[in-house]
């Protein structure tokens, strides 16, 4: 997400912010812009160039203020409607709203609302709480505002633009990131800081959890609109989905994940001739584990950059398709040699199970693998797409199972209490690991799953 209040250039630097965002979502993408008359809006499917064309950028120009999102689908359906930021026009003012994140109460809310009339045009979470702050009777707009965040439950990251202001607020676990910044004489947030560097803002600071902040013509207000803080940044944006460049706590990604191979390094000794790293997110982590091993790094995979991510591609076809596209080994480097690969993660195994066949084609003798985060065991309920146990091979099997089933020499994951030591060396303020412990910290209102709802309570 990103946006951006009085600016000349608001949905150009939005439409470059979003381009520098394209690995949080590949689904669609949307921008609504504003001025103190009224909304005006753009969306599609697909890939950002092909969701907004040059002639709907251009319709956008003359407005000063806007927000921006590219989808990435989770628990709702892949179609126009449901691509953000929406747009709702009525009386009292129009809304475009978008969000990050996924509300764990929206179905019992929606139930409510629909039961008193209220009528909804997509299965998106941003829409529930679009009509919670329509029906709010609060007196004014900002107290409306929070009197609809205080009745959601879940990780979000809300950016709310009406004529007359731009909204930004966070839940009070702080699950999915937002990032302050500054360009010229105007005020931004974006979902990283890689697109504060895309279009020359500075990165001015972390939005806090419960943090809500209104920005208007008059200037910036901080306020709360939670003040019970429970930090839970999700691991996996350190992990695997930011971007390598981006910074948390003006601490870079890459260096959380250079130390993060280092930890593994330290839990995994074996001898090889090469360490790989499966780019381009575990590069970093490659980096590390060569450095405190002493075993040298080489690029024994490219990956084919026109690809897009295959843990965010739709559809198990796809995304085996996706990843037989997407890498290649190097077999002049990898011939003849034991090699240790570091993955960030293992979700489905699809990834793995490639990469180590095709090492072993281009000649590699030996193939062990490390993963440099914890088993991937349990379900996210908070935004990333993996919702279900039987989507996830560590809930399936054990690790063993996981080496055999992947084809690989041997396989090691790096502790929770690794990462958890690395996260505190870069100033960590507490993570969620839900993923990887099954303590969710937010409670799990949505029946989701119900034969998992059970076990998913037991750490609210
Ligand atoms: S459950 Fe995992 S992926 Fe989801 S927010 Fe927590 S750490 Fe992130």
């Known amino acids: ?70 989808r990435y689908a989770t628990k709702t359906s892949s179609e126009l409607a449901n691509v953000q930021p929406i747009l709702l026009k009525s009386y009292s003012g129009d809304l475009g709203i978008c969000h990050n994140g ?3 109460n929206a179905i019992q809310l929606r139930k409510a609302l629909e039961s008193e009339g209220s009528i909804f045009q997509t299965t998106t979470d941003v829409e529930v709480m679009a009509h919670l702050l329509k029906r709010s009777k609060a007196r004014t707009n900002k107290d409306r505002i929070k009197s609809a965040l205080r009745q959601i439950k879940g990780a979000f990251v809300f950016l709310l633009l009406q004529e007359n202001s731009l909204t930004i607020a966070m839940d009070n676990h702080g699950v999915r990131p937002l990032m302050l910044g500054r360009i010229d004489d105007a ?9 504060f560097t895309a279009i020359g803002a500075e990165y001015v600071r972390d939005i806090e959890p419960g943090e809500f902040i209104t920005i208007t013509d008059d200037g910036i207000d901080f306020d709360k609109y939670s003040y019970v803080e429970h930090p839970n940044l999700c691991s996996m944006e350190y ?27 330290k839990e995994f000794k074996h001898d090889a001739d090469l360490v790989i790293g499966v780019p381009d997110s575990s590069l970093a982590a490659a980096k590390g584990f060569s450095t405190e091993s002493g075993i040298p790094q080489e690029a024994g995979l490219l990956k084919n950059r026109y690809v897009g991510r295959t843990f965010i591609t739709p559809g198990q076809e796809a995304r085996e398709r996706a990843v037989r596209m997407k890498l290649s080994p190097v077999r002049d480097i990898v011939e003849g040699k034991r090699v240790i690969v570091i993955d960030d993660s293992i979700v489905r195994g699809t990834t793995s199970k490639f990469i180590v066949r095709s090492l072993k084609k281009a000649g590699a003798t030996e193939v062990h693998m490390g993963v440099s985060s914890p088993p991937l065991k349990d379900p996210c309920y908070y935004g990333i797409d993996v919702s279900t146990h039987a989507e996830i091979i560590a809930s399936q099997k054990s690790v063993e199972e996981i080496c055999e089933e ?37 409670e799990i209102v949505d029946d989701l799953l119900p034969q998992e709802k059970e076990q998913k309570s037991k750490g609210v």
């Open 1 to 70: 997400m990103f946006g951006i209040w009085g600016h000349e250039n608001a949905s150009e630097l939005t439409y470059i912010a979003l381009h520098s965002l394209q690995h949080r979502g590949q689904n669609g993408a949307g921008i609504v812009a504003s001025n103190e008359d009224y909304l005006f809006g753009a969306r599609g499917m697909g890939l950002l160039n092909d969701a907004i064309s040059k002639e709907q950028l251009e319709s956008l120009k003359p407005f000063k203020n806007a927000i921006g999102h590219v």
């Open 102 to 104: 996924n509300l764990t």
């Open 187 to 195: 005020w931004c947030v974006a979902s990283e800081t890689c697109a």
């Open 239 to 265: 992990i695997y989905f930011s971007r390598a460049d981006s910074e948390f706590r003006h601490q870079s990604t890459y260096r959380i994940r250079k130390a993060l191979g280092e930890a593994l390094a």
């Open 406 to 442: 992947i084809g690989a020499d041997s396989l090691t994951y790096l502790s929770v209490d690794g990462m958890h030591d690395v996260y505190k060396q870069f100033g960590s303020r507490g993570e969620c690991d839900a993923c990887f412990t099954g303590n969710y910290p937010i």
